[in-house]
């Protein structure tokens, strides 16, 4: 039976927070009590909310076999085996699979089927020694007949081991063991020779598999996965899952070559365990994207097409994944839509975009005007003037998108167009009509800075890259952003991606192991942020890099504009200067009743209370202190703990005393230190 007092408590925590984790496991156990016909909802809805969590889909799974409903169970291992890169669930799944298959006629096809997808799934895993072993001993089962197939058997034996001990796991040096002896007993002739050739990579994965382990020790691989908060906890486990990747990134095994496929899946994999936990920071699905975007190209540089070709199916797939995620993301959209276009697929690209508006109907409408703006962008650069000026039509006949993408459909016209300055100017005033933006502020400030900087885009590009040739690679970085904000307005896609390229060669400690700034950068546009606060956290971008506008008038940090010359030499020139926020100090009210003197805490004024007065620490006194011997004294001296508040003394002066405490310590002599 259900406690429905306990229940109904469990709701109402989750009504206030879906990600109450708490609450949440306080509801699971509540329907563990009951049939799996009643239980199913609240798993479903745990489900729901943390569809990553294997834990919670192995103990669903086994609440289905205890009612031997098998073909339930199939249908929870196919959601979850997608959802979850967990060891411990695909044991369950492998063993679900040797009691519902064996002993049919299928039996070896299937389980030799499900055992490569299990160790194509998560055979890199650290702890995936055992399914390795169960395979290995699966495939040294296969009954033969003829020369030809033992010969094959021992092939896909000797493949499997190898595969099994050329990276770090749990166990590994048993694993090598056992594939040596395997190799003798099949031959050997040839054993030491195929030992020797192999050794080396078995040496370096041994090498590495305690640093492994401890870098896997700093994780928290069952932490449910929420939306970012910032709390201390979650910020640590971010650090560590980017120190594992950075790891795994650096080429621990140092593969070579041919080899370098290995790392790809390597890190790969990592990201994957990473998603797991993290898969509400948009910051890894665009990182995982991009690795896997320049592993493709990488690949088809070295003449590997065939692993160019699933690297690429992998992007798909991973923003794919991304925006089912989160489907609210307007980052990880325009990301997805860029990837196409980049790629060459045009139609591709324009159906993400259709898709993103359909999923931001309700969201806010800061969002839906960047898709928007973005989408004009991309027409402009694939379909010309016309094509974007379609999607122009779209969004400013949605009564929900700002003013932000008249601002961007005008500056657009400026090279899209013969008369570019006329039809810009027209697109201003389209803004104007009807009084929709004449009382907006920024829309009146973005038109009259137009009109104040009509200029040539090409002979401004020139002047970019003239600058760029003089200017030293130390000072010239902000120069390169203002190149990257003037290519993502009127430049080509491709041309936008050269400068974010030159910009993480350049300057490697900023850019190298963050893309998705260079996202931020580019889909950005004026105040309209493609991501949360709390994701822009997450990549480590400063505030002032958020918004074209300074911090609010007021606001913690504000911006003081300073003419140097005022206070010095030098042509005049505008600088900011931050300065407190006045608004966190408070007011001093001084109270008549307030008695003089020095405040001293309880702790102070038990030390000073055994002290002699004041008066005998001068030659008048008749003696003086030796102060060596009195702090001495003081070190050895086993001072008790203060009083637990006040004394009587201190109730009546509110803690303030107009002697000094020395002068008016109470007590004999003899409770006193003495000095001689």
């Given at each position: 039976?259900?406690?429905?007092?306990?229940?109904?408590?469990?709701?109402?925590?989750?009504?206030?927070?879906?990600?109450?984790?708490?609450?949440?496991?306080?509801?699971?156990?509540?329907?563990?009590?009951?049939?799996?016909?009643?239980?199913?909802?609240?798993y479903?809805?745990?489900?729901?909310?943390?569809?990553?969590?294997?834990?919670?889909?192995?103990?669903?799974?086994?609440?289905?076999?205890?009612?031997?409903?098998?073909a339930?169970?199939?249908?929870?291992?196919?959601?979850s085996?997608?959802?979850?890169?967990?060891?411990?669930?695909?044991?369950?799944?492998?063993?679900?699979?040797?009691e519902?298959?064996?002993?049919?006629?299928?039996?070896?096809?299937?389980?030799?089927?499900?055992?490569?997808?299990?160790?194509?799934?998560?055979?890199?895993?650290?702890?995936?020694?055992?399914?390795?072993?169960?395979?290995?001993?699966?495939?040294?089962?296969?009954?033969?007949?003829?020369?030809?197939e033992?010969?094959?058997?021992?092939?896909?034996?000797?493949?499997?081991?190898?595969s099994?001990?050329?990276?770090?796991?749990?166990?590994?040096d048993?694993?090598?063991?056992?594939?040596?002896?395997?190799?003798?007993?099949?031959?050997?002739?040839?054993?030491?020779?195929?030992?020797?050739?192999?050794?080396?990579?078995y040496?370096?994965?041994?090498?590495?598999?305690?640093?492994?382990?401890?870098?896997?020790?700093?994780?928290?691989?069952?932490?449910?996965?929420?939306?970012?908060?910032?709390?201390?906890?979650?910020?640590?486990?971010?650090?560590?899952?980017?120190?594992?990747?950075?790891?795994?990134?650096?080429?621990?095994?140092?593969?070579?070559?041919?080899?370098?496929?290995h790392?790809v899946?390597?890190?790969?994999?990592?990201?994957?365990?990473?998603?797991?936990?993290?898969?509400?920071?948009?910051?890894?699905?665009?990182?995982?994207?991009?690795?896997?975007?320049?592993?493709?190209?990488?690949?088809?540089?070295?003449?590997?097409?065939n692993?160019a070709?699933?690297?690429e199916?992998?992007?798909?797939?991973?923003?794919?994944?991304?925006?089912?995620?989160?489907?609210?993301?307007?980052?990880?959209?325009?990301?997805?839509?860029?990837?196409?276009?980049?790629?060459?697929?045009?139609?591709?690209?324009?159906?993400?975009?259709e898709?993103?508006l359909k999923?931001?109907?309700?969201?806010?409408?800061?969002?839906?005007?960047?898709?928007?703006?973005?989408?004009?962008?991309?027409?402009r650069?694939?379909?010309?003037?016309?094509?974007?000026?379609?999607v122009?039509?779209?969004?400013?006949?949605?009564?929900?998108?700002?003013?932000?993408?008249?601002?961007?459909?005008?500056?657009?016209?400026?090279?899209s167009?013969?008369q570019?300055e006329?039809?810009?100017?027209?697109?201003?005033?389209?803004?104007?009509?009807?009084?929709?933006?004449?009382?907006?502020?920024?829309?009146?400030?973005?038109?009259?800075?137009?009109?104040?900087?009509?200029?040539?885009?090409?002979?401004?590009?020139?002047?970019f890259?003239?600058?760029l040739?003089?200017?030293?690679?130390?000072?010239?970085?902000?120069v390169?952003?203002?190149f990257?904000?003037?290519?993502?307005?009127?430049?080509?896609?491709?041309?936008?991606?050269?400068?974010?390229?030159?910009?993480t060669?350049?300057?490697?400690?900023?850019?190298?192991?963050?893309?998705?700034?260079?996202?931020?950068?580019?889909?950005?546009?004026?105040?309209?942020?493609?991501?949360?606060?709390?994701?822009?956290?997450?990549?480590?971008?400063?505030?002032?890099?958020?918004?074209?506008p300074?911090p609010?008038?007021?606001?913690?940090?504000?911006?003081?504009?300073?003419?140097?010359?005022?206070?010095?030499?030098?042509?005049?020139?505008?600088?900011?200067?931050?300065?407190?926020?006045?608004?966190?100090?408070?007011?001093?009210?001084?109270?008549?009743?307030?008695?003089?003197?020095?405040?001293?805490?309880?702790?102070?004024?038990?030390?000073?209370?055994?002290?002699?007065?004041?008066a005998?620490?001068?030659?008048?006194?008749?003696?003086?202190?030796?102060?060596?011997?009195?702090?001495?004294?003081?070190?050895?001296?086993?001072?008790?703990?203060?009083?637990?508040?006040?004394g009587?003394?201190?109730?009546?002066?509110?803690?303030?005393?107009?002697?000094?405490?020395?002068?008016?310590?109470?007590?004999?002599?003899?409770?006193?230190?003495?000095?001689?």
């Amino acid at each position: 039976m259900m406690r429905h007092g306990g229940i109904k408590d469990f709701e109402a925590a989750i009504a206030a927070d879906e990600y109450d984790s708490a609450a949440w496991h306080g509801l699971w156990s509540e329907a563990q009590r009951l049939s799996i016909a009643d239980s199913r909802d609240y798993y479903e809805r745990f489900l729901r909310v943390y569809p990553s969590a294997s834990k919670y889909w192995r103990l669903y799974v086994q609440h289905e076999l205890k009612n031997k409903n098998f073909a339930q169970v199939q249908a929870l291992l196919n959601r979850s085996l997608v959802a979850c890169a967990s060891v411990p669930l695909y044991h369950d799944y492998l063993k679900f699979m040797v009691e519902q298959k064996k002993g049919t006629p299928t039996y070896r096809a299937e389980m030799g089927e499900a055992y490569k997808f299990a160790v194509d799934q998560i055979g890199l895993d650290y702890y995936s020694t055992d399914i390795w072993r169960e395979y290995i001993d699966f495939t040294k089962e296969t009954p033969t007949t003829t020369f030809h197939e033992e010969n094959q058997k021992i092939l896909d034996v000797r493949k499997a081991y190898q595969s099994a001990v050329r990276a770090p796991k749990q166990g590994v040096d048993s694993l090598w063991r056992e594939y040596t002896d395997f190799e003798n007993s099949a031959n050997a002739n040839i054993a030491k020779k195929i030992i020797g050739e192999f050794s080396k990579t078995y040496n370096k994965a041994r090498q590495i598999t305690r640093t492994h382990e401890q870098k896997l020790k700093a994780l928290n691989e069952g932490m449910l996965a929420r939306p970012p908060r910032g709390d201390r906890v979650e910020k640590e486990q971010f650090s560590r899952w980017l120190d594992y990747i950075d790891w795994e990134k650096s080429n621990p095994m140092g593969y070579e070559g041919s080899e370098l496929g290995h790392l790809v899946k390597r890190v790969h994999y990592a990201y994957r365990q990473c998603l797991v936990v993290l898969r509400h920071h948009e910051r890894i699905w665009i990182d995982v994207a991009t690795y896997l975007t320049q592993a493709a190209v990488d690949a088809q540089k070295r003449g590997d097409s065939n692993a160019a070709i699933t690297l690429e199916t992998d992007v798909i797939e991973t923003y794919k994944d991304a925006c089912k995620c989160l489907p609210q993301s307007t980052m990880l959209a325009l990301a997805y839509a860029d990837h196409y276009e980049a790629s060459g697929k045009n139609p591709e690209a324009q159906a993400v975009y259709e898709q993103a508006l359909k999923r931001l109907d309700g969201a806010a409408s800061s969002d839906l005007t960047l898709v928007y703006i973005q989408y004009m962008r991309s027409m402009r650069r694939t379909g010309g003037a016309k094509a974007m000026r379609e999607v122009f039509k779209m969004a400013r006949n949605d009564k929900r998108c700002t003013h932000q993408v008249f601002v961007a459909a005008a500056l657009m016209e400026l090279s899209s167009a013969k008369q570019g300055e006329k039809v810009c100017n027209n697109v201003f005033q389209l803004g104007l009509a009807n009084g929709r933006f004449s009382s907006e502020p920024a829309y009146a400030l973005a038109f009259l800075d137009h009109l104040s900087h009509l200029t040539d885009q090409e002979n401004t590009r020139h002047v970019f890259q003239r600058l760029l040739e003089d200017l030293p690679t130390e000072h010239a970085e902000e120069v390169w952003r203002l190149f990257h904000s003037f290519e993502c307005t009127y430049g080509t896609l491709q041309a936008v991606i050269d400068v974010e390229r030159k910009l993480t060669e350049l300057y490697p400690e900023k850019h190298d192991k963050q893309p998705s700034k260079h996202l931020v950068g580019r889909f950005k546009f004026m105040d309209l942020m493609p991501c949360t606060p709390e994701a822009l956290d997450t990549m480590g971008i400063e505030r002032e890099q958020r918004s074209g506008p300074g911090p609010a008038k007021g606001g913690a940090g504000a911006a003081m504009e300073v003419d140097p010359a005022e206070g010095g030499g030098g042509a005049p020139e505008k600088k900011r200067l931050y300065g407190p926020d006045l608004r966190m100090y408070g007011p001093f009210k001084p109270h008549r009743e307030s008695p003089p003197g020095i405040v001293y805490r309880p702790m102070v004024l038990d030390l000073l209370r055994q002290l002699p007065p004041p008066a005998q620490f001068f030659a008048e006194a008749g003696f003086k202190v030796n102060v060596g011997a009195l702090l001495r004294e003081i070190a050895q001296r086993d001072i008790p703990e203060p009083s637990a508040g006040f004394g009587i003394d201190d109730v009546a002066t509110g803690g303030r005393s107009s002697k000094h405490p020395l002068e008016s310590a109470p007590g004999p002599p003899s409770q006193r230190v003495k000095l001689e």
